[in-house]
């Protein structure tokens, strides 16, 4: 079975620093798709970005980068040059071939993410 | 362009009433999905439509549950009898081909459902 862990419930950063959020999974699928979406308190999920399991390089997308490394399964991501307006809820995400399917995405309980001034 | 629109944005029931979560998909999408975000807990796939396929209701709780998608683009989430556990934020998403990995799927706003 497909399982996302996200190990830090709440984060926080100062603004203009770096931030990198965990997640690690587990799956037997030989071929998976990995996601993040941030949740501001509006309640809305945002697709930041995206990483195919057999992708040679890691996604970036603006400041945000993912850290894919596949033999310890985690895909941690990025934040670079952290602004007030990143303080939200971050979820990681799978989905896969065999466990389920791509018509479902398996979610991490997600981190809270501070920025300070 | 408009992105996916759910409503009521919040619904507040009796325990015991059916109630109806309606979502409308970004036009030309063909996957839809419905998702549950209980308090405190991450997103709970309930059921995915892709195209004039059958639905997969793999991630319906209850057979209280049911959701229905008409000519390919509202769906509708039907709670029967509803319970104080089934209160949650409803989330609909759509997606522009769900047989493709890549394509990320863009949600809407979400239904809060409080059941008292």
């Known amino acids: 079975a497909q399982k996302i862990t996200q190990t830090q419930p709440g984060m926080f950063v100062q603004e203009k620093e770096a931030v990198t959020l965990d997640c690690t999974y587990d799956t037997s699928d030989p071929s998976y798709g990995l996601f993040w979406y941030k949740q501001p308190s509006s309640g809305e999920m945002i697709f930041l970005i995206y990483?195919?399991?057999?992708?040679?390089q890691n996604a970036t997308e603006g400041r945000y980068s993912l850290n894919f490394q596949k033999a310890r399964k985690s895909a941690n991501l990025v934040i670079s040059a952290s602004q007030l307006g990143d303080s939200a809820m971050y979820f990681c995400?799978?989905?896969?071939?065999?466990?389920?399917?791509?018509?479902?995405?398996?979610f991490g309980a997600g981190t809270r993410l501070a920025v300070h001034p | 362009g408009a992105g996916v629109s759910q409503s009521p944005s919040n619904k507040v029931t009796e325990k015991g009433k059916d109630v109806e979560l309606r979502c409308d998909p970004i036009?030309?999408?063909?996957?839809l999905y419905w998702y549950r975000q209980s308090l405190g807990q991450g997103l709970e796939f309930l059921i995915y439509f892709q195209g004039n396929s059958a639905p997969d209701k793999s991630g319906l709780p209850s057979d209280r549950f049911s959701a229905e998608r008409t000519g390919g683009s509202v769906s509708t989430l039907t709670i029967q009898r509803t319970q104080q556990e089934d209160s949650a934020v409803y989330l609909c998403a759509s997606s522009a081909d769900g047989l493709a990995g890549y394509n990320e799927q863009f949600f809407g706003p979400g239904t809060r459902l409080t059941v008292l």
């Open positions: 990483q195919g399991s057999y992708d040679q």
């Open positions: 995400a799978m989905r896969g071939v065999l466990s389920g399917g791509y018509n479902k995405l398996i």
């Open positions: 036009s030309g999408h063909t996957a």
